[in-house]
């Protein structure tokens, strides 16, 4: 077995549900060729099931019916962890990096994964202002400078649900102006995964609907 592949088996099975076979192919891809495609750090290995993979499927129960955009997919995370669990809901990834991009092509035709489509832009020049439901990112930037990347894809009506660490207050704070700017009602931090995986693994979402 691969280091870093399912340390946390109880956890897998409830956030994969009948969808583990296909989170561990993803996953054993991610393993096997993440760091020579210069996806994830060789240090992140170990930790890839409960950091990155677990981590990013805590957000499926927040996922509806209707058109997601992930900006900056980059190794997949969330966008194809989520497409993975949530096969009725249909998912744009977003990222600009050719590499990557050719990497999420490949996992959505070895996955078989019919509800993913991958585009390669900046969310910036996507061309998909105004047309998703939710935009859904992790690790890419700061709110003060996330927000008027993702929100802008929104329809009006339409949610943000952007990953964040223990620090996400006080990027809140530094993001009132765009908060404003973008006109965000109800806002709000939602902490996942107490209890599904370890505490030092618990997620931030902040979340917040457009207009
Ligand atoms: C640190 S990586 C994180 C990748 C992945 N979301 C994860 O959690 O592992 C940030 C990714 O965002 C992409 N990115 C940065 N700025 C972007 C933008 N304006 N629009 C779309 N993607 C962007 C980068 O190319 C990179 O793949």
Redesign the pocket.
């Given at each position: 077995m691969i280091d870093g592949l399912e340390p946390e088996p109880d956890a897998a099975a409830e956030l994969f549900g009948d969808h583990l076979e296909a989170g561990r192919a993803f996953t054993t891809s991610l393993a096997r060729h993440g760091e020579e495609l210069g996806l994830i750090g060789p240090l992140e290995l170990p930790r890839l099931w409960t950091r990155?993979v677990l981590n990013s499927a805590l957000v499926a129960p927040l996922m509806r019916p209707g058109r997601v955009g992930d900006?900056?997919?980059?190794?997949g995370?969330p966008g194809l962890v989520l497409a993975i669990t949530r096969p009725d809901v249909s998912f744009t990834l977003?990222?600009?990096?050719e590499r990557?991009v050719a990497w999420l092509e490949r996992q959505v035709n070895e996955l078989e994964l019919a509800n993913v489509t991958v585009v390669r832009a900046?969310?910036?020049e996507s061309k998909l202002f105004d047309s998703l439901d939710q935009v859904t990112?992790?690790?890419?930037?700061a709110l003060r400078t996330l927000i008027p990347?993702t929100a802008p894809l929104l329809r009006a009506g339409g949610e943000l649900v952007l990953m964040k660490g223990a620090g996400v207050d006080g990027e809140i704070g530094a993001a009132e102006k765009a908060i404003r700017k973008y006109k965000l009602r109800d806002v709000e931090v939602l902490v996942l995964g107490e209890g599904v995986v370890p505490a030092n693994e618990v997620t931030r979402v902040f979340r917040a609907t457009v207009g």
């Open positions: 990155h900006v900056g997919s980059g190794a995370l977003i990222e600009p990096m990557r900046r969310a910036e990112a992790r690790a890419v930037s990347v």
